[in-house]
């Protein structure tokens, strides 16, 4: 991370062929020290972000497109968000 941060403004992390962080060196070292759980999202339509803010338990929702969003939990939120 070290490294990345000294020079990147932004880092993506890609696990199994899937961008599952994409922000700023801060921005991720903030989401990881809650132990949140970063899950990619794609959706066939669009998805408002704050529709997804509202399911309960979802602890903060990054937009990748109008139809992708990273959202960050620390629980099973799949049948919520399906």
């Given at each position: 991370m070290q490294e990345a941060e000294a020079i990147c403004d932004r880092i993506i992390i890609i696990n199994g062929g899937k961008i599952i962080a994409d922000d700023t060196a801060e921005g991720i070292k903030a989401i990881s020290s809650l132990d949140l759980i970063p899950v990619l999202v794609e959706f066939l339509q669009k998805v408002n972000p704050e529709e997804l803010r509202a399911i309960q338990g979802l602890k903060e929702?990054?937009?990748?497109?109008?139809?992708?969003?990273?959202?960050?939990?620390?629980?099973?939120?799949?049948?919520?968000v399906f």
């Open positions: 929702v990054k937009s990748i497109t109008d139809f992708k969003h990273i959202i960050y939990c620390n629980t099973d939120l799949r049948p919520a």
